[in-house]
């Protein structure tokens, strides 16, 4: 056991949870929103701004999906998360917190 402080990345996990306006019925606006909030997911990641993000396979159903941030800043986190089409019109909520990971034990998954 080594007795030196492990280095650390810091990210920002954000979990997309049922919001007050939540619904599962299927309507084009929900398919149309979908399409957006999947697209902005992508720009985001694209610019470099995440990590990852997915859905999840919570069996309560209240998790809907996770954000790993990449940014400086909590805000900055919170700035991006609240752009997202589900989230503007509260389909879902944002609930992000700083997360600390083992410098360098986030690697692919065929790494």
């Known amino acids: 056991m080594s007795d030196f402080p492990m280095q650390m990345d810091n990210f ?6 049922k919001g007050p306006l939540w619904t599962g019925e299927p309507s084009p606006e929900l398919e149309e929103r979908q399409t957006h909030h999947l697209a902005y997911l992508t720009h985001i990641f694209l610019e470099g701004k995440t990590l990852v993000h997915g859905p999840t396979g919570d069996p309560t159903g209240n998790i809907r999906g996770i954000i790993i941030f990449k940014t400086s800043t909590l805000e900055e986190a919170q700035a991006l998360a609240s752009q ?16 600390w990971v083992g410098k360098g034990y986030l690697r692919g998954k065929d790494e």
Do not use: N
């Open 12 to 17: 920002f996990i954000c979990f997309l949870r």
């Open 84 to 99: 997202d089409p589900h989230v503007k019109i509260g389909h879902l909520i944002a609930e992000i917190m700083p997360w």
